[in-house]
């Protein structure tokens, strides 16, 4: 659907399913839960990864901090295939760039209450600015039972950034230099005592202030996401890269559970994506392969079966894809433009910053084919340098066949991004097939 035409899929219920999910989720943590009630009230059954996985068939979803794993056996069951099955596997990303508070972050500066943060992953740092924020993510309570954490999510306007006036710095709309410790610290409030942020997040979580031991808390934009365009063919929102993946990836495992595949069926978000993976619930960690290793011996398979499994596995890592921007239509490769609305991107690099080949190429192709919608491949530029996602990094922990792929979208890791209303239909309908194929 090159031209922005709408096609056949249902664009109005899947696109409001995408606004619903991102507007409730503002942290990593916040996506999985989101993630986690969708399968849990389709029938997924969520487990302690500290017990013993179940031995009968069935739908189950674990969480890992910010990331969540998911996965059905009960197809594989049905369809005889035993507990050397391979695995088809949805890879997706729940975090997202933003500004996170500091350990100490109450502070006074010219009669300002301030909050220090510091800047995660690649973000746009213009973007940022004179935006009303709000307060989300999780703290880590002391209890009568031990420690615990709770989530919690203020929508109300809070923090703001606040850019120079033109005035006293005239050049800035020629060459705008921003100071990520001096220029990024957001307001809070007036008077000449720091705030209390502890306190609020004490009230926040039901807590007295003395239980609150640490905490990870994130900024977010309150402006919720909407469509926008002449035809309400675009959506507009925060972290859509990367939860349109992780919205899509939830949907297609509903989708595909249950059927009889003569394979597993996986869905994987992982945190931390926008850093490097590097960490105890990130790509490179243990949480897909012990998790996969798990679901074969307690189907009775020995680790010869795993590893025969993982053989037979071929991984599909979604995120985001840079659309073609028409005002910089000389910074894309002029060869492969990308077309919102355009239907599901592979994301192909000689150098394997993306981790797609030919065979793992043709098993998305064939996906897309079965599900009817287009397909549309991206490529950098060879004079620039390439993004890279967890496709690489899974491909190399697994030995799996391993495609990467995104969906076309605008302003990548701005506040505020941009992706096609008619896309998130074909997106689920591509990863839905991708997790059954016919």
């Known amino acids: ?12 219920t899947e696109a409001q399913g995408l606004i619903d999910y991102v507007d409730a989720s503002p942290t990593p943590f916040h996506a999985c839960e989101q993630a986690a009630a969708r399968l849990e009230a389709e029938g997924f059954v969520r ?31 049905a369809a005889g295939a035993g507990p050397a099955a391979g695995f ?19 502070h006074v ?3 300002w209450q301030m909050l220090a943060v510091e800047p995660y992953g690649g973000l746009i740092l213009n973007s940022w600015l004179d935006r009303d924020l709000g307060l989300a993510g999780r703290v880590a309570v002391r209890t009568a039972d031990g420690v615990t954490t709770r989530l919690f999510h203020d929508r109300d306007p809070l923090l703001r950034v606040a850019q120079l006036a033109i005035h006293l710095d005239r050049t800035q709309n020629d060459e705008l230099s921003l100071n990520r410790q001096q220029h990024m610290v957001p307001l809070w409030g007036l008077g000449e005592a720091p705030g209390d942020v502890t306190a609020y997040l004490a009230e926040q979580v039901g807590a007295e202030r003395e239980d609150v031991l640490s905490y990870d808390v994130m900024t977010h934009p309150v402006q919720p996401s909407a469509r926008i365009g002449l035809e309400r063919e675009l959506v507009a929102a925060p972290r859509l890269d990367n939860l349109a ?20 069926p996986v869905l994987v978000l992982f945190d931390h994506e926008e850093i490097g993976s590097t960490s105890e619930r990130g790509a490179t960690s243990t949480l897909l392969p012990s998790v996969l290793e798990r679901i074969v011996t307690a189907g009775g398979g020995t680790r010869e079966d795993y590893w025969r499994a993982l053989a037979a596995t071929v991984i599909a890592s979604g995120d985001m894809a840079h659309a073609t921007h028409p005002n910089y239509a000389d910074r894309h490769e002029p060869m492969h433009r990308i077309a919102m609305n355009g239907g599901p991107v592979l994301k192909v690099n000689t150098n394997l910053r ?7 190429a043709a098993a998305f192709r064939l996906a ?6 287009p397909v549309q491949t991206f490529v950098t530029r060879s004079d620039l340098p390439c993004g890279s996602t967890v496709g690489p990094v899974t491909s190399s922990l697994t030995g799996a066949t391993t495609v990467d792929f995104g969906a076309p979208m605008l302003s990548m890791h701005s506040a505020r991004e941009l992706c096609g209303a008619h896309d998130v239909p074909m997106y689920v309908a591509a990863l839905a097939a991708f997790l059954d194929p016919r």
């Open 1 to 12: 659907m090159a031209d922005g035409s709408a096609p056949r899929f249902d664009s109005d």
């Open 47 to 77: 487990l302690d990864e500290r017990e013993p996985f179940p031995t009968a068939p069935g739908a189950h979803l674990l969480l890992r901090g910010g990331s969540l794993i998911a996965w059905d056996t009960r197809g594989t069951h």
């Open 88 to 106: 088809r596997v949805v890879g997706a990303h729940t975090d997202s760039p933003n500004l996170r508070l500091k350990p100490h972050a109450d």
């Open 109 to 111: 500066k010219a009669g």
């Open 245 to 264: 993946t992780s919205y899509a990836g939830t949907r297609a495992l509903l989708r595909a559970a249950a059927s009889e595949p003569a394979h597993v």
């Open 354 to 360: 993306y981790a797609t080949d030919a065979v793992g």
């Open 368 to 373: 897309c084919e079965q599900a009817g919608v």
